[in-house]
């Protein structure tokens, strides 16, 4: 089993930016990928970002390309770098273990994923 913590969230304006971490332990052998999805309030939890076990493949969901950055910045460390964040972006943002790199294109993506954060709340004010 993997053991995933995230950390970063919080209270920001509109067009400022968080910094999200994800720290990983545990058997991570057979996780081939890793994503960020989030749950915004009476929403279905929907992709975000996903990434390859070295960081070679990337994907976003096509509401934060351009804005939001996933990076493996270590063995143990996934992190999502949210820029010019808007009120839509309010959600608790899970970092996930997968056995493929979840992408946007894949209405499953999401089963791919086998262990899974706490969550950490992210809240955009207008």
């Known amino acids: 089993q993997v053991h995933l913590v995230e950390s970063g969230g919080g209270l920001v304006q509109a067009g400022d930016s968080l910094r999200l971490s994800c720290t990983v332990s545990g058997r991570t052998s057979e996780t081939y990928g890793m994503g960020w999805f989030r749950q915004a309030p009476g929403k279905e939890r929907e992709f975000v970002s996903g990434?390859?076990?070295?960081?070679?493949?990337t994907d976003y969901a096509d509401s934060v390309k351009g804005r939001f950055t996933i990076a493996r910045d270590s063995a143990e460390t996934l992190s999502l770098q949210m820029n010019r964040l808007k009120p839509e972006d309010t959600a608790v943002y899970y970092c996930?273990?997968?056995?493929?790199?979840?992408?946007?294109?894949?209405?499953?993506?999401?089963?791919?994923?086998?262990?899974w954060g706490q969550g950490t709340q992210v809240t955009v004010s207008s």
């Open positions: 996930a273990a997968c056995t493929r790199v979840p992408t946007g294109s894949d209405p499953s993506a999401e089963g791919l994923c086998n262990d």
């Open positions: 990434i390859s076990r070295y960081g070679r493949i």
